[in-house]
């Protein structure tokens, strides 16, 4: 007893102490920074800047984030609000029409911008963000856009490997189990997937020791940059390190292939050879960088959404029959044992509508920032140059005026007599900055959606899991799920 009051005593006086130290801390990194010209503004969008320092910073990324726009845009305005997150003063603009005015207008009025945990995390993108934002980023865009690696025609000679890798996985991971973690096993499904596509190594047993790591980075990305044991930006940054020498390896093992002769069939190939105007070629840490930053990109967001599908789905008998119907019909015009085409993906309307309600009510990824290359004005308000914009689907995707009753799962919605508001459903952005891996992660769900379904019946083990937001949601638990073989199949 007395030991356990010494302890007590101990915690009440080390508690104010850890407390006062992560509020140094959190002066360091956003009080020194250059504020950008506001204060001489008039007419700045209404809002709240919150506390001093940190601002919104926590309820932005430790709360639910629709519920952290939402509720500003029905005290504040619908249109636009301003905040600080981040250490940034940032206006949030809003609707189908925020959303045209924000894709019509990339690179003239903003361009892309990381906040700093991203900078941090790969460290090319931080040099870039000192040196010239604009510029870094349209290399960067030329090497994975210009081999049109992510072009419906270039991603249609590998979806025989994406259904046979997927198959492979299923046997290995999902056959003859009870119960499996539905989040688990598709990370795994989508890291193999993204190191196939974007690396050209297909070794399970040296990507199995990546997912952690990338695990790592997601929660790291979203979160604060403070760096010491303990916090989540510290485990990002050991793991960011840990994939960069991996990476690092990968890379001299495909220049010496290449010397070889080897053939140049993914996107580090063509990051290698790229060359800047001066005919630089990029160093190798930033080409780990860059792959890193895709591998993310390509694991995470595809992961998510094929967990979600589970989710839903295995609530719905309903909608589960309607998807196995339209598989079964797909694969009733193919030879026996041959892989997925082009043609057959184009059939599965109903299951990429389920989809995108999937990804509606539970968006991978909530938005994305960006940076005001002069003073604007949008819906009456004045948005000063310097100032971040935050783009994000949370402000039509549960919202009643776009979609009626909008806590339901209906695939209907997207149905072709349905025509949903122009710029409402937006998941992989828009304009020149739409997301470049929407077909590859729209191939990548589709034929996991053809696989699962004609294998397996499910149910969720614990229907009532919480997600928890951090950004991106995560199933609390990894989402057990009960599986059934549907029939034995041949494929």
Request: contains cysteine.
């Amino acid at each position: 007893m007395e030991k356990e009051m010494e302890l007590s005593s101990l915690v009440s006086l080390v508690a104010p102490i850890l407390l006062l130290v992560l509020f140094v801390i959190l002066v360091a990194t956003f009080a020194l920074r250059t504020e950008p010209r506001s204060s001489s503004v008039k007419g700045l969008p209404p809002g709240n800047f919150g506390w001093w320092v940190i601002g919104e910073t926590l309820e932005f990324m430790f709360g639910n984030p629709e519920n952290f726009v939402l509720s500003r845009m029905r005290k504040y305005s619908p249109h636009i609000f301003k905040t600080k997150i981040m250490g940034e003063e940032t206006a949030v603009i809003c609707g189908p029409e925020g959303n045209k005015f924000l894709f019509s207008n990339e690179q003239k009025l903003f361009t892309a911008f990381r906040p700093q945990t991203t900078q941090k995390l790969f460290r090319s993108y931080q040099s870039a963000a000192t040196a010239s934002v604009q510029i870094a980023r349209e290399e960067e865009t030329k090497v994975f856009r210009s081999p049109g690696f992510l072009k419906p025609e270039a991603l249609v000679r590998y979806l025989d490997k994406m259904d046979a890798i997927t198959q492979q996985q299923m046997k290995k991971y999902w056959e003859n189990r009870d119960q499996v973690e539905a989040f688990t096993l598709s990370k795994t499904l989508t890291l193999t997937l993204a190191c196939r596509f974007f690396l050209g190594i297909d070794e399970p047993e040296r990507i199995s020791l990546l997912v952690n790591h990338f695990d790592d980075i997601t929660v790291g990305m979203h979160s604060l940059p403070l760096d010491f044991p303990g916090t989540g930006f510290y485990k990002a940054n050991k793991a960011a390190k840990a994939i960069r020498r991996e990476l690092k390896e990968v890379i001299k093992e495909k220049k010496a292939a290449m010397v070889a002769g080897a053939s140049m069939q993914d996107v580090l190939c063509h990051m290698i050879v790229a060359t800047d105007e001066a005919g630089k070629f990029m160093a190798e840490t930033e080409i780990a960088d860059k792959i890193m930053g895709l591998l993310v990109a390509g694991y995470s967001t595809v992961a998510t959404a094929m967990t979600f599908f589970m989710k839903y789905v295995g609530e719905r008998p309903d909608i589960y029959a309607k998807i196995l119907a339209e598989q079964l019909e797909v694969e009733s015009g193919k030879k026996a044992g041959k892989l997925l085409e082009w043609d057959d993906i184009q059939k599965m309307k109903y299951s990429w509508n389920v989809m995108c309600e999937v990804m509606r009510l539970t968006p991978a990824l909530q938005g994305t920032f960006r940076l005001a290359l002069s003073d604007f004005t949008y819906a009456g308000y004045t948005v000063p140059k310097g100032w971040k914009i935050y783009w994000t689907v949370s402000t039509t995707n549960k919202n009643p005026e776009y979609f009626p009753e909008p806590q339901k799962f209906d695939p209907s919605r997207y149905d072709e007599g349905n025509k949903l508001p122009a710029f409402a459903f937006v998941p992989f952005g828009g304009g020149p900055r739409t997301c470049p891996g929407k077909e590859y992660a729209r191939l990548a769900i589709l034929t996991f959606v053809h696989n699962v379904v004609k294998r397996f019946e499910w149910e969720l083990v614990n229907p009532k899991e919480k997600i928890v937001w951090r950004m991106m949601p995560t199933p609390a638990n990894a989402l057990p799920i009960r599986l059934s073989p549907r029939h034995s199949t041949t494929s």
